[in-house]
């Protein structure tokens, strides 16, 4: 299983900013997006099940970020609308066996850093 997030960097409040995540060997696995910015605990973002038929949000980004996944292209997707500077934070991507239960995953990949400016 490999999961390496990008796509990070520094975007205007109000903007937008698209975040992959490359996921090999997690077809069957449901596919989380995760954050924590510094001295903040880990939050949910967004998850997706095995093939992109069902999602969950985190009460913070809904309504402004989608998550989506190709499986075909081993990828999932972060659109982040609607940015705020309360979205700085560390990306992460991981992979678990049930989307709706986020924070059970079994693996993890490197972050991705997201900054936003007022």
């Known amino acids: 299983v490999q999961l390496q997030a990008s796509g990070g960097g520094t975007g205007q409040a109000g903007g937008s900013l698209r975040l992959s995540c490359e996921a090999s060997?997690?077809?069957?696995?449901?596919l989380i997006w995760f954050r924590q910015a510094p001295g903040k605990e880990r939050e949910f973002v967004a998850s997706?099940?095995?093939?992109?038929?069902?999602?969950f949000y985190g009460d913070s980004v809904k309504g402004r970020f989608t998550i989506s996944r190709d499986n075909a292209k081993n990828t999932a997707t972060l659109q982040m609308n609607n940015l705020m500077p309360e979205d700085t934070a560390v990306y992460y991507c991981?992979?678990?066996?049930?989307?709706?239960?986020?924070?059970?995953?079994?693996?993890r990949g490197q972050g991705t850093q997201v900054t936003v400016s007022s």
């Open positions: 997706i099940n095995w093939n992109g038929g069902s999602t």
């Open positions: 991981a992979a678990g066996s049930n989307y709706r239960i986020p924070n059970r995953f079994d693996f």
């Open positions: 060997g997690v077809r069957r696995l449901a």
